[in-house]
Nanobody
Framework: QVQLVESGGGWVQPVGSLRLSCAAA????????TGWYRQAPGKQRELVAR???????NYADSVKGRFTISRDNAKNTVYLQMNSLKPEDTAVYYC???????????WGQGTQVTVSS
């Protein structure tokens, strides 16, 4: 069982920044791809950014150039730095870890991000 705990959400004005953190209880990065998804009201959950065990990253087109995913292996933590935030970034953001072979996936509880003036 992989436990993921997100933090760092909140309210921010447009063009502001937030950094989300996702802490894993175990050292998982060598065997798991980790990522951030989001779900806005009335919409499906969508991939925001992902980083593999080989440090390959990919981003949704809507966040490229504004968001950066990174990780700290020593702290078992994945980060999502979000800059130039827009109202359409408002959503619940979920941390995800997927095993690179079995593809078994684990989810955090989610953290709300609200971008408004």
């Amino acid at each position: 069982q992989v436990q993921l705990v997100e933090s760092g959400g909140g309210w921010v004005q447009p063009v502001g920044s937030l950094r989300l953190s996702c802490a894993a209880a175990l050292s998982i990065f060598s065997n798991y791809a980790t990522g951030w998804y989001r779900q806005a009201p009335g919409k499906q959950r969508e991939l925001v950014a992902r980083i593999t065990s080989l440090d390959t990253t990919n981003y949704a087109d809507s966040v490229k150039g504004r968001f950066t995913i990174s990780r700290d292996n020593a702290k078992n933590t994945v980060y999502l730095q979000m800059n130039s935030l827009k109202p359409e970034d408002t959503a619940v953001y979920y941390c995800n870890a997927e095993h690179r072979i079995s593809h078994r996936a684990y989810w955090g509880q989610g953290t709300q991000v609200t971008v408004s003036s």
